[in-house]
């Protein structure tokens, strides 16, 4: 029982810290460039998961068509290094996309 009650006395008195702007949230990936890179390639992966899928998903219910998909999809960055990292991420989302709907117009970028 008395750990019980020391350990609510810490959880009580121990800060919490939030962020509070979407700035202060991204400030980590600031610190290098590969931790730019990385933070980067999770933006590219995971919108391109969000917006394929449910483009896919209309595509798949008759609601779009291949060619509102890109016949060329490409990355931008500042280095080739950056345009590489974002092109193994949106490839890597795309063949997740493809597991779900293999049918899907979507093309990996070459």
Same mark, same amino acid.
């Given at each position: 029982?008395?750990? =019980? *009650?020391? =350990?609510?006395? =810490? =959880?009580?008195?121990?800060?919490? +810290?939030?962020?509070?702007? %979407?700035? +202060?949230? !991204? +400030? ?16 590219? *992966?995971?919108? !391109?998961?969000? %917006? ?7 595509? +798949?219910?008759?609601?779009? !068509?291949?060619?509102? %998909? ?8 500042? !280095? ?9 991420? %949106? ?13 899907? #117009?979507?093309? #990996?970028?070459?």
């Amino acid at each position: 029982m008395k750990c =019980l *009650h020391l =350990l609510v006395a =810490l =959880l009580i008195s121990s800060p919490v +810290q939030s962020s509070e702007t %979407f700035k +202060q949230i !991204t +400030q980590p990936c600031k610190a290098s460039e590969e931790t730019q890179n990385a933070c980067d390639a999770m933006a590219i *992966h995971f919108g !391109t998961m969000s %917006f394929y899928s449910y483009l896919c998903r209309l595509e +798949q219910v008759g609601k779009a !068509t291949p060619e509102m %998909f890109p016949s060329n999809p490409k990355v931008a960055g500042k !280095t080739e290094r950056s345009k590489e990292i974002g092109k193994v991420a %949106f490839n890597s989302a795309v063949k997740k996309i493809k597991n779900e709907f293999p049918n899907c #117009s979507i093309q #990996s970028i070459p």
